[in-house]
């Protein structure tokens, strides 16, 4: 599991007297409200009906009841995991996580000691699934941290299957702890040896204690009136201060979602005189494009815009899937579409004011709240609600009647370009159900690719398409599942290299370079001739091999893709150029010798009918300009 990163103040808190959220530690009814426990950031939200719904569907399905079982308010937190998951908090406990679990590719709902008694308390858990009952004697071992051993089991549903999320039980029926079947009911009964159930929450059995449902979000939004006032208020002075300082046409970067909805609003309070900017990128969900023409009409504003078509679909042909390290597509779709509306409509470039928030990443924490735009020359951008969690967010949209995309109410909780391989895998299979022709259209094409690739169709199913180099986590599901992770090298051919460049938009500073074979490399061959060397200092992996030059980064995968980091758009391209020209030398030689005379340190030899760079190499770059096969086929 990852670390959670700490981006801001934890503020969530609960009023005792409304039962409602509340964003500090006053209520607006004058009550006190306790600070809620949650993992960082902290960027809490609103839970929906669909989500809702989710969690009680999961509910029913692992313990045959649902979690909740009247309306009420809840909120959820993302949290730190290999994909999504989501903590639960209601009545101002956390009373469990929803997961996607990668392994079995479904959602699990794991229980906190105060879901799971608002689940089994009071019932006859006969008629619940997934629960082990223990003999007295296990109960002290238990609440001082010690795992459920099969002998100290008194009872167990017969149905519990290794791996399932179970609760654990005193003889009187009372709650005592939650935990992870380690075998089945049917052997936790045979009272055996070893670890029946692997406890991850345990507590002194209590009644529990529901308050009275019926909340509304009106509600919340009545209880936290002064915080949304108070973060609007600041928000509303950043807007006039920046705006007033910048004599540039104000504008406003609008995505579809829901923090530049908030943002527009704001906006509007402050001036008259904006307009709106949306870079279609073709591949936006159909609502989000339904949403900025709704939007635009409402507040009636011109709406500066432009498609990019097909053109990822059309890229996708020489770049292959983009990965969360080289996603060419923020280049194709995005950078370039933004420069153009700028150019074409603003002559002496605009201040644009977007929905950027620091709870959103570590990067977009560290970030200034004005910057100037290094990839779009004549753009400065501001951040208005820079330090805002998502819920202040909802709350001012609740609380202004704002027109929202209703992707939120259907299970996403970003909404951005629908195959991002930023995306959580449960946002992809999510994707099946509510847009199964765009789903079906990436399949095809990522089951076509890897075939290709010489990969199976689990690499596609397990969403490995995403990376380059797999996180420690999924490389081992990878390898626990038996999913060849290396593409095929297949060299045969021309060999053609397709590269773009620029500002990386998805994430703050630095310029990159991405580029794409069109096939698949032997990086055992560029490590035996070691041609890489002529550029930097070479680090292999599995799948990978990482160059340095100077300050300068560079990687190429078995894929064919390759990545270049620096801190100018022409440092990166040249960075680009040079790994090009060596894979090639290093698939391509021929053995004519031409380079070994031109080295001037002597560090090329011809070995086995191949050139060879021996250790001493200083980079001059003279070996790579006289290669026949950089003269002639590159």
Not at 61 to 83: G, H, I, M
Not at 305 to 325: H, Q
Not at 388 to 416: C, Q, S
Request: with cysteine; net charge neutral; charged share 25%.
């Amino acid at each position: 599991m990852s670390k959670p990163l700490y981006l801001g103040e934890l503020l969530l808190h609960w009023c005792p007297s409304c039962n409602v959220p509340v964003l500090g530690k006053k209520c607006s009814c004058g009550s006190n409200a306790g600070q809620v426990t949650i993992t960082p950031p902290g960027d809490i939200r609103p839970a929906f009906g669909y989500e809702i719904g989710l969690i009680n569907s999961v509910s029913m399905k692992q313990f045959n009841a649902p979690l909740f079982t009247e309306d009420r308010v809840v909120v959820l937190n993302k949290s730190p995991y290999d994909d999504r998951m989501e903590e639960i908090i209601v009545d101002g406990d956390v009373v469990g996580n929803i997961r996607f679990e990668l392994e079995s590719l479904r959602w699990t709902l794991l229980l906190r000691i105060a879901g799971a008694r608002r689940i089994f308390d009071g019932r006859d858990y006969s008629n619940l699934r997934n629960w082990v009952v223990i003999d007295r004697g296990a109960e002290k071992f238990i609440l001082e941290g010690a795992s459920v051993l099969a002998p100290g089991v008194f009872d167990a549903d017969p149905g519990i299957m290794e791996t399932d999320e179970v609760v654990v039980l005193t003889r009187d029926g009372k709650l005592l702890a939650t935990g992870r079947a380690r075998m089945s009911g049917a052997r936790m009964l045979e009272r055996g040896k070893g670890v029946a159930v692997k406890v991850r929450t345990k507590e002194i059995p209590a009644d529990v204690s529901v308050p009275a449902g019926g909340r509304t979000w009106d509600d919340v939004v009545a209880a936290n009136e002064r915080y949304i006032e108070d973060f609007a208020e600041r928000s509303r002075s950043f807007i006039k201060n920046v705006a007033s300082s910048i004599d540039r046409q104000v504008t406003v970067s609008y995505s579809g979602g829901k923090d530049s909805l908030a943002v527009l609003h704001l906006v509007s309070e402050c001036m008259d005189d904006y307009e709106l900017m949306f870079a279609d990128t073709g591949i936006e969900f159909p609502e989000t494009v339904q949403n900025a023409l709704e939007v635009a009409e409402l507040y009636g504003k011109p709406l500066r815009s432009i498609s990019s078509g097909n053109a990822f679909w059309d890229s996708i042909v020489n770049f292959g899937p983009p990965s969360v390290e080289a996603r060419w597509c923020c280049k194709v779709c995005k950078l370039g579409p933004i420069t153009q509306i700028i150019d074409d409509s603003y002559d002496d470039g605009c201040l644009t004011f977007l929905g950027q928030r620091k709870y959103e990443s570590d990067t977009r924490a560290k970030s200034e709240s004005v910057w100037k735009n290094p990839w779009v020359s004549n753009q400065v951008a501001a951040a208005p609600i820079q330090n805002w969690t998502a819920m202040h967010v909802w709350l001012y949209i609740f609380k202004n009647h704002l027109p929202y995309n209703p992707l939120y109410e259907r299970g996403f909780d970003r909404i951005g370009c629908w195959l991002c391989p930023s995306c959580s895998l449960a946002d992809l299979y999510r994707l099946k159900e509510t847009h199964p022709e765009l789903e079906k259209k990436l399949s095809d094409y990522l089951l076509s690719y890897a075939k290709r690739m010489g990969l199976s169709e689990q690499w596609v199913e397990y969403g490995l398409w995403r990376w380059k180099k797999l996180p420690p986590q999924l490389k081992e599901l990878a390898t626990k599942k038996g999913i060849n992770i290396i593409p095929r090298s297949d060299a045969s051919g021309t060999l053609t290299f397709t590269v773009t460049s620029g500002y990386r938009p998805c994430k703050q500073g630095g310029i990159s370079a991405e580029g794409s074979f069109n096939v698949a490399i032997d990086l055992e061959k560029l490590e035996e001739t070691s041609m890489l060397e002529t550029v930097g200092k070479a680090a292999y992996i599995e799948g990978a091999v990482s160059l340095l030059q100077g300050e300068d980064r560079a990687q190429v995968f078995a894929s064919g893709t390759v990545t270049a980091r620096s801190d100018t758009d022409k440092k990166a391209r040249s960075l680009m150029r040079k790994v090009e020209l060596s894979v090639r030398r290093a698939l391509q030689c021929s053995g004519c010798g031409v380079c070994v005379g031109k080295c001037p340190k002597g560090r090329i030899g011809i070995i086995k009918g191949v050139a060879v760079i021996a250790e001493g190499c200083t980079c001059c770059g003279k070996c790579i300009d006289v290669c026949p096969v950089v003269r002639f086929n590159s």
